[in-house]
């Protein structure tokens, strides 16, 4: 098997601090970035320089752009070509209500047409990959799906990664990945699929299926090594309980203080408190009394504040 893995765009997460953490594992194969406002890019906003950063492996990172007007959305791809990065991503599956609102994300998938159009006007501004990251639809419409995505294609968008809910799904739906392999077989180009990969064996799992890649969201938060043990799974498949052992053997604690360390090295002091709480919100999940923490971490106001909690915590817990 030698499908690639890649991160996935998540808001607060998917920056560069996550992406050294995870490289220091090992890594994947691409690293797509939390979404970057086509608007706010354009406009030279003070924060935008962190969003744009695509260290430590730029020709693994993939640029995601979010916005509602084709035409400012063109003008931001053509910036971000200009950098080094391994291609651009244009969001078309963002449902959060205030994304939506603004007529981006998976709005997009309202109209064939228009979303034509943006492809139309970005891609002669983008000389790397151009891909889309999208849902089902509006609504569980397969056949509508189909079209959409033969009209990117013929467009020149060269990579689709379905997350196949709709926009209505959240997570307690299940994603449908038996819509992945049904649209593989409707392109000529490659079709990667995300949603619901819970650890390295899942991972794996889906790599064996109809596709031509995996993301993984929530997963490689908590399971910063989640893609070092799915390439060790592969190439040996009978290779759970070794995975297990690793696995019990990492040292959560050092994991936690080596993120809070490149939060503070590679994050704007702005954005501390609130990418440490989104990370943690998830890599606590580790621990037996994970939940407790969660809410002693998020009282927190300081991220010195943070770290003194984290270090408590495995002091007053030492099993």
Same mark, same amino acid.
């Given at each position: 098997?030698?499908?690639?893995?890649?991160?996935?765009?998540?808001?607060?997460? =998917?920056?560069?601090?996550?992406?050294?953490?995870?490289?220091?594992?090992?890594?994947?194969?691409?690293?797509?970035?939390?979404?970057? &406002?086509?608007?706010?890019?354009?406009?030279?906003?003070?924060?935008?320089?962190?969003?744009?950063? =695509?260290?430590?492996?730029?020709?693994?990172?993939?640029?995601?752009? @979010?916005?509602?007007? &084709?035409? +400012?959305?063109?003008?931001?791809?053509? @910036?971000?070509?200009?950098?080094?990065?391994?291609?651009?991503?244009?969001?078309?599956?963002?449902?959060?209500?205030?994304?939506?609102?603004?007529?981006?994300?998976?709005?997009?998938?309202?109209?064939?047409? $228009?979303?034509?159009?943006?492809?139309? #006007?970005?891609?002669?501004?983008?000389?790397?990959?151009? =891909? @889309?990251?999208?849902?089902?639809?509006?609504?569980?419409?397969?056949?509508?799906? +189909?079209?959409?995505? #033969?009209?990117?294609?013929?467009?020149?968008?060269?990579?689709?990664?379905?997350?196949? *809910?709709?926009?209505?799904?959240?997570?307690?739906?299940?994603?449908?990945?038996?819509? +992945?392999?049904?649209?593989?077989?409707?392109?000529?180009?490659?079709?990667?699929? $995300?949603?619901?990969?819970?650890?390295?064996?899942?991972? +794996?799992?889906?790599?064996?299926? =109809?596709?031509?890649?995996?993301?993984?969201?929530?997963?490689?938060?908590?399971?910063?090594?989640?893609?070092?043990?799915?390439?060790?799974?592969?190439?040996?498949?009978?290779?759970?309980?070794?995975?297990? *052992?690793?696995?019990?053997?990492?040292?959560?604690? #050092?994991?936690?203080?080596?993120?809070?360390?490149?939060?503070?090295?590679?994050?704007?002091?702005?954005?501390?408190?609130?990418?440490?709480?989104?990370?943690?919100?998830?890599?606590?999940?580790?621990?037996?009394?994970? $939940?407790?923490?969660?809410?002693?971490?998020? *009282?927190?106001?300081?991220?010195?504040?943070?770290? $003194?909690?984290?270090?408590?915590?495995? #002091?007053?817990?030492?099993?």
């Amino acid at each position: 098997m030698d499908k690639p893995f890649y991160l996935a765009p998540m808001a607060e997460l =998917s920056h560069r601090a996550l992406r050294e953490l995870i490289e220091g594992f090992g890594g994947c194969d691409a690293y797509f970035s939390e979404m970057i &406002s086509a608007g706010a890019l354009l406009a030279g906003g003070q924060f935008e320089k962190w969003y744009i950063d =695509s260290a430590p492996k730029p020709e693994k990172c993939i640029f995601q752009l @979010v916005g509602s007007d &084709s035409g +400012v959305i063109s003008k931001a791809a053509a @910036v971000l070509d200009e950098l080094e990065c391994a291609g651009i991503d244009i969001n078309m599956g963002c449902s959060a209500p205030l994304i939506r609102k603004t007529g981006a994300g998976v709005t997009w998938m309202s109209s064939i047409d $228009n979303a034509a159009e943006l492809i139309y #006007r970005v891609r002669p501004q983008v000389k790397r990959r151009l =891909s @889309v990251k999208l849902r089902i639809g509006l609504k569980d419409d397969f056949d509508y799906l +189909v079209r959409f995505c #033969r009209k990117l294609e013929e467009e020149g968008v060269e990579l689709i990664t379905l997350h196949p *809910r709709t926009a209505a799904e959240k997570f307690k739906r299940l994603a449908r990945w038996d819509y +992945v392999g049904k649209l593989k077989a409707e392109l000529k180009i490659p079709v990667a699929g $995300n949603g619901d990969i819970l650890n390295a064996d899942e991972l +794996v799992r889906r790599a064996e299926s =109809s596709c031509d890649a995996v993301m993984v969201g929530r997963a490689a938060v908590r399971h910063p090594w989640i893609f070092a043990q799915a390439q060790e799974l592969s190439k040996e498949p009978h290779a759970e309980t070794q995975r297990r *052992r690793e696995e019990e053997g990492f040292n959560i604690e #050092r994991i936690g203080l080596r993120f809070i360390e490149l939060l503070a090295e590679y994050q704007p002091v702005e954005f501390h408190i609130s990418r440490a709480r989104r990370f943690f919100g998830f890599f606590c999940d580790n621990l037996k009394w994970g $939940n407790y923490l969660k809410n002693k971490l998020n *009282r927190e106001e300081t991220l010195s504040g943070i770290e $003194n909690i984290w270090c408590e915590y495995f #002091r007053e817990n030492d099993e």
